[in-house]
């Protein structure tokens, strides 16, 4: 059984781009949650999709998009990239509101 | 902002001690959750602890919750080089579905 997996590993993008990340949620899992996490912080809640419905959200600014597909996996969709987007993004899958299950990560690098 | 506040940001021990880090919060939780998370991988959860309870345990790990004090303890026995990474307190305000709110983490260096 396959647990969380994000796509790409590490990403290197320049300011003012556009990125996509990706996440598969551990079998059986509806909901996914986002988290970015900048070097030597915790990590910082983005939002949480559940039945292809964001649910919530932290404070995070409109360039912050995301999307949860039919299979429950989801996309993390960053626009207009800032220097300070830099950070490791992390995807966290649960069923329901029980346990988090986090991915590996993808480390974004904005020059 | 962070809810949790993890003590010490840093802390250093020889195998076979034992490692204690603390965690405070601002408000009322509804249970309180701590993570581990290496080489700024993935994190995984250790252990969860409710309002109501006072201490879990789980192998080596001990967790204490003093809701009075808003704080919270994780003690790790008989360290080992292995459990040398970043330890995160996380919190939930209300039962139901609320996002965790982690604090910035204590960096643990067993060596051997």
């Known amino acids: 059984d396959a647990g969380v997996t994000q796509s790409p590993t590490h990403l290197i993008k320049t300011r003012g781009q556009q990125v996509t990340l990706r996440c598969s949620p551990k079998?059986?899992?509806?909901?996914v949650s986002w988290y970015q996490q900048a070097l030597g912080q915790g990590p910082q809640f983005i939002f949480q999709y559940y039945e292809e419905e964001e649910r919530q959200r932290g404070n995070f600014p409109d360039r912050f998009s995301g999307h949860q597909f039919p299979n429950y996996s989801s996309e993390l969709n960053v626009n207009a990239l800032l220097l300070g987007d830099s950070a490791l993004y992390l995807c966290?899958?649960?069923?329901?509101?029980?346990?988090?299950?986090f991915g590996p990560g993808t480390r974004l690098t904005v020059t | 902002s962070q809810q949790g506040e993890e003590d010490p940001q840093a802390l250093s021990i020889q195998e076979g001690e034992n490692a204690t880090m603390n965690c405070s919060y601002k408000?009322?939780?509804?249970?309180l959750q701590w993570y581990r998370q290496n080489s700024g991988r993935g994190l995984v959860h250790l252990i969860l602890i409710r309002s109501n309870e006072r201490e879990k345990h789980s192998g080596r790990l001990r967790v204490t919750l003093d809701t009075s004090k808003k704080s919270s303890s994780l003690l790790i026995t008989a360290s080992r080089a292995a459990d040398t990474a970043s330890y995160f307190c996380?919190?939930?305000?209300?039962?139901?579905?609320?996002?965790?709110?982690f604090g910035k983490g204590t960096r643990l260096s067993v060596i051997a």
């Open positions: 996380a919190t939930v305000f209300f039962s139901g579905n609320t996002p965790l709110v």
């Open positions: 079998s059986g899992h509806d909901t």
């Open positions: 408000t009322s939780i509804n249970n």
């Open positions: 966290a899958s649960s069923l329901g509101t029980g346990m988090l299950y």
